[in-house]
């Protein structure tokens, strides 16, 4: 197997760094020289990669959302049912992990500056659509095997969408109110009673 390139793992490393700092410290207060130190590089090989902070924090809001989609795009191959899939859905978005309780907060700060930045919007609706896309395939994958109650797919995929993030910014806020275990449950109940047959 081809080792990848300098340039490739340099361009990884430094956006990983800029998830990590854009999660602790938010894209308002998000410096080229923190993301520098964070990824071990000086400045300037941050600017070599990324002309602008907004290129860095744009990039980096793509690379987090490709590394969500990777770590779950392994849900439409898997031998596992559909039922199951969707359950596996709400598993693997819980904010109980920091690797994801990290991409949730990069999300939230895409949310935040989307409001202001229409490109930030279109960036936005193509990974969303890409997510909806995801599960809507699993919910019809789920009609088809006679799993998932009929009735329009993505509309589905979008209500268990919606579930997930809303109490997942509720967990993040951390509210005595919304723990990870009852927004786990709540996911579940929707999924077991709403769009289970």
């Not at 430094?14 to 964070?38: M, Q, Y």
Request: negative net charge.
């Amino acid at each position: 197997m081809p080792r990848p390139s300098v340039e490739a793992e340099r361009r990884a490393q430094i956006l990983r760094a800029a998830c990590a700092v854009i999660a602790e410290h938010g894209f308002v207060n998000l410096r080229v020289s923190d993301v520098a130190k964070a990824a071990g590089v000086s400045g300037g090989t941050v600017h070599y990669y990324f002309d602008t902070k907004r290129d860095l924090v744009h990039a980096a809001y793509e690379y987090n959302y490709q590394r969500s989609l990777d770590r779950r795009r392994w849900m439409l191959d898997t031998g596992e049912q559909p039922a199951d899939r969707l359950r596996l859905v709400v598993d693997s978005y819980l904010p109980d992990q920091p690797e994801t309780i990290e991409a949730w907060k990069v999300w939230a700060e895409l949310w935040s500056q989307g409001m202001r930045e229409p490109e930030l919007r279109q960036l936005h609706e193509r990974m969303y659509g890409d997510w909806r896309g995801l599960v809507t395939a699993i919910v019809r994958d789920g009609q088809a095997a006679g799993q998932v109650r009929d009735g329009d797919p993505a509309r589905m995929a979008n209500q268990l969408i919606a579930l997930i993030d809303g109490l997942a910014w509720q967990v993040l806020l951390g509210p005595a109110s919304m723990s990870v275990p009852l927004m786990r449950d709540l996911c579940l109940a929707f999924v077991n009673q709403d769009l289970l047959i």
